[in-house]
């Protein structure tokens, strides 16, 4: 398998979770009948989204890193 082939796959796979994850905060947070203002999520529901971003953009960088050094 290709190098980008790897990529992408691994790529895909992890933000295929954090979709989900994303997926299923937005039902609770439904679920939950927030108050909606605007077009933005609540801000308790905001900051867990940027963390969830955050921690999976650099699970996706290491392992990226570490599929590179493999192929």
């Known amino acids: 398998m290709k190098k980008s082939d790897i990529i992408i796959l691994s ?3 992890l933000f295929m979770v954090e979709a989900i ?3 299923n905060m937005g039902k609770r947070d439904t679920i939950k009948h927030e ?3 605007g077009f933005l999520p609540p801000t ?3 900051v ?3 963390v969830v971003v955050g921690v999976f953009s650099f699970i996706n960088s290491v392992a990226i890193k570490e599929l590179q050094k493999t192929t």
């Open 21 to 23: 994850l994303h997926y």
């Open 44 to 46: 308790k529901s905001l």
């Open 11 to 13: 790529t895909f796979s």
């Open 48 to 50: 867990r989204l940027a």
């Open 35 to 37: 108050e909606k203002k």
